[in-house]
């Protein structure tokens, strides 16, 4: 076999062949392979996105090369430069601490995310101040705090950034961060190595414990009945317990009444996706904590790519960046366009969000993005606000009372009349006809700008 540089080297070269040259420099080239022991190999990559793309796309068929040309299989790891290196850690537990078991090590916490850097908006407000709150008093506010809601949407995020917070108040204070996979492994292995007194220790000696996607617990009967132990000595002791989960806890399937009225003695909090202004004051914050220049409009532009997940979002940034640097051109709309393109695909696949419409149309009309959105009541804008509307019913699968809220918090029946409006009129004026047809094209077609 190999080592690290040369099996790098041929990884490179297959890639060379089979890709193209843009796919090639923008996740090949900008990754960094960091060692090669016990059958496992540590690639580097710049960024979750890099990082997600490999998992999805590349991974399996590095494994398969390996295989067919080395008749070997290998373990394949991708890391982000702030994740921990597995063999770094096991060489360190190896030497230094030998003897002390690895459930009693101390999880490591992400230290970019932190209270400065989450940005704060209508859908996360209350599990922000909670987050806070409970960083401050802990174990006695909000016992368990509870944060529930989609994909990528920060719930680790503020997780990490109340661990963050108490160690910069109280250095001493005992964090333990996992995931709810995490408890499960480390709970089965204690039983496999008769470690379970040092399990117990591991998880009920902290001030401070934070679960994450507590969802997985479901239908682990044994994990979930240590779990409940863990969680009454912590609590009888006053010690903060912090969860996250996709949904309320009543939703989990078979994680049992005691459990759920437990996770109910505290705080739910709720968050959801970022409204178009906070999406820009992410991408903002992003942009300025990388140095990076980014013009306004391109900032907005991203913004109304992304709606739902802030993983993408943050993705969707960092993949112009990258395309502006194999470009080597400044960034710009058009560039922006290009870029995100690469990353969703052909026009075709393309998905249309409510944003998207509204941008494009206020540019077609030359009206303000505000006006779109806004409760002017003159012609001049009344009609472009209609067919916007218009264009988000039919182009996208938002329900009524959501275009309702993209456009400045209107009732759905506001939604309704636009539509039936619209609808009504195309019958007779042939300049609408032509206009929607215009903008459909646009929307489907390359550009946008
Ligand atoms: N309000 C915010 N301000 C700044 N960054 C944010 C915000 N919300 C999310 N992020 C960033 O988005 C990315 C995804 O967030 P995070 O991993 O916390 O999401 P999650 O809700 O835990 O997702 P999952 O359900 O997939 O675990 C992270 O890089 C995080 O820093």
């Given at each position: 076999m190999p080592d690290l540089d040369a099996l790098w080297q041929f990884i490179c070269d297959k890639f060379h062949v089979t890709l193209?040259?843009?796919t090639y420099n923008t996740w090949i080239a900008a990754a960094k392979p960091i060692q090669f022991t016990d059958n496992t190999f540590v690639l580097e990559v710049p960024s979750v996105l890099h990082q997600d793309y490999w998992k999805q796309r590349l991974v399996a068929q590095v494994l398969q090369l390996i295989e067919d040309n080395f008749q070997q299989q290998i373990t394949f790891l991708v890391m982000t430069p702030d994740q921990e290196n597995p063999l770094a850690s096991a060489d360190l537990t190896k030497?230094?601490?030998?003897?002390?078991?690895s459930?009693?090590?101390?999880?490591p916490?992400?230290?970019?995310?932190?209270?400065?850097?989450?940005?704060?908006?209508?859908?996360?407000?209350?599990?922000?101040?909670?987050?806070?709150?409970?960083?401050?008093?802990?174990?006695?506010?909000?016992?368990?705090?509870?944060?529930?809601?989609?994909?990528?949407?920060?719930?680790?995020?503020?997780?990490?950034?109340?661990?963050?917070?108490?160690?910069?108040?109280?250095?001493?204070?005992?964090?333990?961060?996992?995931?709810?996979?995490?408890?499960?492994n480390?709970?089965?292995?204690?039983?496999?190595?008769?470690?379970?007194?040092?399990?117990?220790?591991?998880?009920?000696?902290?001030?401070?414990?934070?679960?994450?996607?507590?969802?997985?617990?479901?239908?682990?009967?044994?994990?979930?009945?240590?779990?409940?132990?863990?969680?009454?000595?912590?609590?009888?002791?006053?010690?903060?317990?912090?969860?996250?989960?996709?949904?309320?806890?009543?939703?989990?399937?078979?994680?049992?009444?005691?459990?759920?009225?437990?996770?109910?003695?505290?705080?739910?909090?709720?968050?959801?996706?970022?409204?178009?202004?906070?999406?820009?004051?992410?991408?903002?914050?992003?942009?300025?904590?990388?140095?990076?220049?980014?013009?306004?409009?391109?900032?907005?532009?991203?913004?109304?790519?992304?709606?739902?997940?802030?993983?993408?979002?943050?993705?969707?940034?960092?993949?112009?960046?990258?395309?502006?640097?194999?470009?080597?051109?400044?960034?710009?709309?058009?560039?922006?366009?290009?870029?995100?393109?690469?990353?969703?695909?052909?026009?075709?696949?393309?998905?249309?969000?409510?944003?998207?419409?509204?941008?494009?149309?206020?540019?077609?009309?030359?009206?303000?993005?505000?006006?779109?959105?806004?409760?002017?009541?003159?012609?001049?804008?009344?009609?472009?606000?209609?067919?916007?509307?218009?264009?988000?019913?039919?182009?996208?699968?938002?329900?009524?009372?959501?275009?309702?809220?993209?456009?400045?918090?209107?009732?759905?029946?506001?939604?309704?009349?636009?539509?039936?409006?619209?609808?009504?009129?195309?019958?007779?004026?042939?300049?609408?006809?032509?206009?929607?047809?215009?903008?459909?094209?646009?929307?489907?077609?390359?550009?946008?700008?």
């Open positions: 193209s040259q843009v030497t230094a601490e030998a003897e002390e078991s459930l009693l090590r101390n999880s916490l992400n230290k970019s995310y932190t209270f400065e850097s989450f940005v704060v908006g209508d859908g996360n407000q209350m599990a922000h101040a909670a987050a806070l709150a409970v960083s401050e008093e802990l174990g006695t506010l909000y016992n368990p705090l509870y944060f529930y809601g989609g994909v990528g949407l920060g719930k680790t995020h503020l997780m990490h950034a109340i661990g963050n917070q108490l160690l910069k108040n109280r250095p001493k204070a005992k964090v333990k961060y996992v995931s709810s996979e995490t408890f499960t480390d709970f089965v292995n204690s039983i496999k190595n008769k470690q379970q007194e040092e399990f117990r220790r591991a998880y009920r000696n902290v001030d401070l414990l934070l679960v994450d996607d507590v969802q997985f617990f479901a239908k682990k009967p044994g994990t979930i009945d240590e779990f409940f132990h863990t969680f009454n000595d912590l609590y009888d002791d006053k010690k903060q317990i912090v969860l996250s989960s996709d949904r309320l806890p009543n939703m989990i399937e078979n994680l049992g009444d005691r459990l759920i009225s437990r996770f109910k003695w505290g705080l739910p909090v709720e968050i959801t996706p970022p409204d178009y202004e906070t999406r820009i004051a992410i991408l903002e914050t992003k942009a300025t904590s990388e140095k990076l220049a980014v013009p306004n409009d391109v900032l907005k532009y991203i913004a109304g790519q992304f709606e739902t997940n802030v993983r993408e979002l943050e993705g969707g940034l960092t993949s112009v960046k990258a395309y502006a640097q194999m470009k080597k051109e400044p960034i710009t709309i058009k560039l922006a366009d290009e870029a995100l393109k690469s990353l969703t695909g052909s026009p075709q696949d393309r998905v249309i969000n409510i944003s998207q419409i509204q941008m494009l149309v206020a540019k077609y009309y030359n009206v303000s993005l505000a006006d779109i959105k806004g409760k002017k009541r003159v012609k001049r804008i009344v009609i472009p606000r209609q067919v916007a509307m218009y264009l988000s019913r039919e182009a996208t699968d938002a329900s009524l009372p959501k275009i309702g809220r993209e456009f400045g918090g209107k009732d759905h029946t506001t939604v309704l009349h636009a539509c039936d409006k619209i609808t009504a009129a195309l019958s007779s004026d042939s300049k609408l006809r032509r206009d929607i047809s215009d903008l459909k094209k646009q929307l489907n077609g390359e550009a946008v700008n």
